[in-house]
């Protein structure tokens, strides 16, 4: 069933959002326009492309279940905080594939976004391929929009260029080189 017949889920979980974070829900609308362009420079089906841009809209959609005082912690978080803020990508893909088995795809990739290609990132240290592309894709738009705009723990905001240098510096290791290089091509399209 293509998701565009879960269509009318997605103002409620957008709207949850920002009621409880709009910090978060503008950030997950920027990271789905990057992911979007990113698919489509990889040639993904037409169907991938909608999954990937609704991964980028859904990724955060586990902060729900983390404490508002926590996502918003000046300073660092304690192992205990951190454990909290850890269970975020599992807990959106639970969410969405408790709504639909429709959500397959989507549910894959927000529980895989903080993945690493070097199989460092959690929840499940995956690596290389066997981090579902659509993961691989948000975790490059994730981390470009975190670098690129204030956040409450980190009032330094990098310049694109030099955001663009982190990802680059990542790639193969933090990141999927080929989806980088995907980013490099849209971002400097849109420079
Ligand atoms: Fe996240
Ligand atoms: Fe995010």
């Not at 981090?131 to 691989?136: E, T, Y």
């Amino acid at each position: 069933m293509p998701l565009s017949r879960l269509a009318h889920i997605q103002p409620s979980l957008g709207n949850a959002m920002r009621a409880y974070h709009p910090g978060t829900a503008s950030h997950s609308v920027r990271v789905a326009t990057m992911a979007r362009a990113m698919a489509v420079e990889l040639t993904l089906s037409d169907t991938a492309v909608e999954a990937v841009q609704w991964a980028g809209l859904l990724h955060d959609l586990g902060k729900l279940a983390v404490p508002q005082h926590i996502l918003d912690k000046l300073g660092p978080l304690s192992e205990r905080e951190w454990l909290e803020v850890r269970r975020h990508p599992s807990v959106g893909s639970e969410i969405l594939n408790s709504l639909s088995t429709d959500f397959g795809p989507v549910a894959a990739a927000v529980r895989a976004h903080h993945e690493r290609w070097d199989g460092a990132g959690y929840p499940d240290g995956l690596a290389g391929d066997d981090i579902p592309l659509a993961g691989r894709i948000v975790a490059v738009a994730d981390v470009y929009d975190a670098l690129t705009h204030q956040r409450h723990y980190r009032p330094h905001v990098f310049a694109c260029e030099a955001a663009m240098a982190h990802l680059i510096g990542g790639a193969g290791s933090h990141f999927d080189d080929s989806v980088v290089h995907a980013f490099c091509r849209t971002h400097d399209r849109s420079a």
